[in-house]
T-cell receptor, first 114, second 115 residues
Framework: DQQVKQNSPSLSVQEGRISILNCDYT??????FLWYKKYPAEGPTFLIS?????DKNEDGRFTVFLNKSAKHLSLHIVPSQPGDSAVYFC?????????????FGEGTQLTVNP | EAGVAQSPRYKIIEKRQSVAFWCNPI?????LYWYQQILGQGPKLLIQ????????DSQLPKDRFSAERLKGVDSTLKIQPAKLEDSAVYLC?????????????FGPGTRLTVT
């Protein structure tokens, strides 16, 4: 049961252009969403998050959009830089689960070409 | 500030053998997590500790996996006996808070290969 799904295994964009990474979820109880970035041989690092009471959160070049009715979130990176090349995971958490369990998607490999 | 430390970084064992992984979280972080990441998938939570107590181990295969966090600091994850499907990266993470602390800091992981 894949509750969080990232349908695009990979994405390639040109430096300076916008990168849009997408994520869909099925569990309507999810109320908090995060994006993590992962470089090879390193653990994931937290990038940006959004609560279900919002539909947008911005941090510098990174913006996350949440469409609750469509159970869809997206991460926009503008402008994209070669250093952004990494695997991006979306993750979600539900109020009814104990602790802070995050359910992760499969990841999208972003490649930003110079 | 030192990050989450894990050892070993790589381990190769034969099926039915046992293996243990070690994690040292960021100093002062109350919550510690162990995740399993199979190739091509996202991390899956195995167990979450709050200090030295277990908060969530619902996804831990308890017939072969065990974990402990003595004194609320370091933690070890053990697999005994290992199966081929246990080949994965085992990630340890920690967070400052206890309940709904989402900003989790991950270590580099231990890549386990079971042959």
């Amino acid at each position: 049961d894949q509750q969080v799904k990232q349908n695009s295994p990979s994405l390639s964009v040109q430096e300076g252009r916008i990168s849009i990474l997408n994520c869909d979820y099925t569990n309507s109880m999810f109320d908090y969403f995060l994006w993590y970035k992962k470089y090879p041989a390193e653990g994931p690092t937290f990038l940006i998050s959004i609560s279900s009471i919002k539909d947008k959160n911005e941090d510098g070049r990174f913006t996350v959009f949440l469409n609750k009715s469509a159970k869809h979130l997206s991460l926009h990176i503008v402008p994209s830089q070669p250093g952004d090349s990494a695997v991006y995971f979306c993750a979600a958490s539900a109020l009814e689960t104990s602790g802070s369990r995050l359910t992760f998607g499969e990841g999208t490999q972003l490649t930003v070409n110079p | 500030e030192a990050g989450v430390a894990q050892s070993p970084r790589y381990k190769i064992i034969e099926k039915r053998q046992s293996v243990a992984f070690w994690c040292n979280p960021i100093s002062g972080h109350a919550t510690l997590y162990w995740y399993q990441q199979i190739l091509g998938q996202g991390p899956k939570l195995l167990i979450q500790f709050q200090n030295n107590g277990v908060v969530d181990d619902s996804q831990l295969p308890k017939d072969r996996f065990s974990a402990e966090r003595l004194k609320g600091v370091d933690s070890t994850l053990k697999i005994q006996p290992a199966k081929l499907e246990d080949s994965a990266v085992y990630l340890c993470a920690s967070s400052l808070g206890v309940f709904r602390s989402y900003e989790q800091y991950f270590g580099p992981g231990t890549r386990l290969t079971v042959t």
